[in-house]
């Protein structure tokens, strides 16, 4: 089966996404920029994952040399990396541009966008010279070009993620390499609960949309699992949401008893 390196996989869809791979007989690293998440990240699939062969590295995808070096200790743990899927990414609270702080604007902007091309850079150098791979990039809101108010920092970067992909598609033209993107749609995971810790009432207020919208990663990580490992195709966008699949979750909202957020609360 399948060697695969996931950034940003300590928690949310890239750590739904290393189980999966694991379950399925794959070979994964997983990383995150907090060694204490990684250690505990590689128990819990350890515990889920009995006979899975998982390892873990501290890496902040801000840091080229970092993002090397992730490189470098994962073909220590495995003979090859056949997928590299660049997930880290992070938000701030809600609000509008002016309002974000220089620290939280660089950390958006720097993971978002230089952890993909970084990431990129270094899995596309060292799969040519093994002769074959495949990169996936996770995109997000923004990533079609839509704009939401209190999100335009965040919707800026997965912006740029759709943009590059595309381009790192063409750069790679007759090269043993398949480039393509994640777009998982609205997932409930710690970066959207966390854009709401201080403020239940906003909480409050978006839950019922998000009981419409949204979806566990227990469904949709092994789902975007299964069509990478079905792939080979470049250029591909593997796309768990959908315009109509929308429309017909609204529509049928007034009948149905959907529950994603369940009690999910939010502390003051």
């Given at each position: 089966m399948k060697n695969v390196v996931i950034t940003g996989s300590t928690r949310g869809i890239g750590f739904g996404m290393a189980s999966a791979f694991?379950?399925?007989?794959?070979?994964?690293?997983?990383?995150?920029?907090?060694?204490?998440?990684?250690?505990?990240?590689?128990?819990?699939?350890r515990d889920q994952n009995a006979a899975g062969r998982v390892y873990g590295h501290t890496c902040d995808v801000r840091d080229a040399a970092q993002v090397r070096s992730l490189w470098n200790n994962a073909r220590?743990?495995?003979d090859c990396i056949d997928i590299w899927i660049n997930n880290a990414g992070v938000n701030t609270s809600p609000g509008m541009i002016w309002e974000s702080s220089t620290l939280d604007t660089e950390k958006?902007?720097?993971?978002?966008?230089?952890?993909?091309?970084?990431?990129?850079q270094?899995?596309?150098?060292?799969?040519?010279?093994?002769?074959?791979?495949?990169?996936?990039?996770?995109?997000?809101?923004?990533?079609?070009?839509?704009?939401?108010?209190?999100m335009i920092l965040y919707g800026t970067t997965k912006c740029a993620v759709s943009y590059?992909?595309?381009?790192?598609?063409?750069?790679?033209?007759?090269?043993?390499?398949?480039?393509?993107?994640l777009s998982p749609g609205m997932v409930i995971t710690d970066l959207i609960t966390d854009a709401y810790r201080g403020k239940p009432g906003e909480w409050d207020r978006v839950k019922r949309?998000?009981?419409?919208?949204?979806?566990?990663?227990?469904?949709?990580?092994?789902?975007?699992?299964?069509?990478?490992l079905r792939n080979s195709r470049t250029g591909v966008r593997i796309r768990r949401s959908s315009r109509l699949r929308l429309m017909l979750r609204f529509l049928c909202a007034p009948f149905s008893k959907r529950d994603i957020v369940g009690d999910i609360e939010i502390q003051d």
């Open positions: 694991l379950e399925r007989g794959c070979s994964v690293v997983i990383s995150g920029s907090k060694p204490e998440n990684v250690e505990r990240a590689l128990e819990m699939l220590e743990d495995l958006v902007v720097a993971t978002n966008i230089l952890g993909v091309v970084y990431g990129s270094v899995a596309f150098q060292e799969m040519l010279d093994q002769g074959f791979g495949a990169i996936y990039n996770t995109e997000g809101m923004g990533s079609d070009g839509s704009i939401r108010a209190g590059f992909t595309r381009g790192l598609v063409k750069e790679a033209k007759g090269k043993p390499i398949v480039i393509g993107t949309i998000f009981n419409i919208i949204a979806d566990r990663v227990e469904n949709v990580a092994p789902w975007l699992v299964d069509q990478i």
